[in-house]
Nanobody, 115 residues
Framework: QVQLVESGGGLVQPGGSLRLSCTTS????????MAWYRQAPEKQRELVAI???????RYADSVRGRFTISGDNAKNTLYLQMNSLIPEDTAVYYC?????????WGQGIQVTVSS
C-alpha cells in the first residue's frame, strides 16, 4: 500500500512562485511514472507534467517554460516548481505515482493565484 502526502500550496500573487512536494515511504524512481495533475473549479482534471520511467519529461502546453517537475530519490519526494504563476493556474494539484499494478494519488493541495 502506498500513501502520498502533499505540501507547499497556498495563496500567491500573479508572477510569484510556489514549490509543491509529494512524499512517500518508497523510492520515487521505483515507480513506472511520476506525475502532477490539477483540477480547477468546474473543470476536468488535467495532466500538468509527467516523468515516465526511462522516458522524456513532458509538460502541458499551458505550463511549459514556467513549471518544472523533478524527483529526489534520497528523500522519496516528487516536486513541482511553479514560477511566473497566473490566475489560470488556480486549482487543486494532485501528485500521482504509477506502480505495478495500479496507481496512487496524493490528497490534493490548493494553489490560488490572486492579487
Amino acid at each position: 500500500q502506498v500513501q502520498l502526502v502533499e505540501s507547499g500550496g497556498g495563496l500567491v500573487q500573479p508572477g510569484g512562485s510556489l514549490r509543491l512536494s509529494c512524499t512517500t515511504s518508497r523510492s520515487i524512481f521505483s515507480f513506472e511514472n511520476m506525475a502532477w495533475y490539477r483540477q480547477a473549479p468546474e473543470k476536468q482534471r488535467e495532466l500538468v507534467a509527467i516523468i515516465p520511467r526511462g522516458g522524456s519529461t513532458r509538460y502541458a502546453d499551458s505550463v511549459r517554460g514556467r513549471f518544472t517537475i523533478s524527483g529526489d530519490n534520497a528523500k522519496n519526494t516528487l516536486y513541482l516548481q511553479m514560477n511566473s504563476l497566473i490566475p489560470e493556474d488556480t486549482a487543486v494539484y494532485y501528485c500521482r505515482l504509477t506502480g505495478r499494478p495500479g496507481y496512487y494519488w496524493g490528497q490534493g493541495i490548493q494553489v490560488t493565484v490572486s492579487s
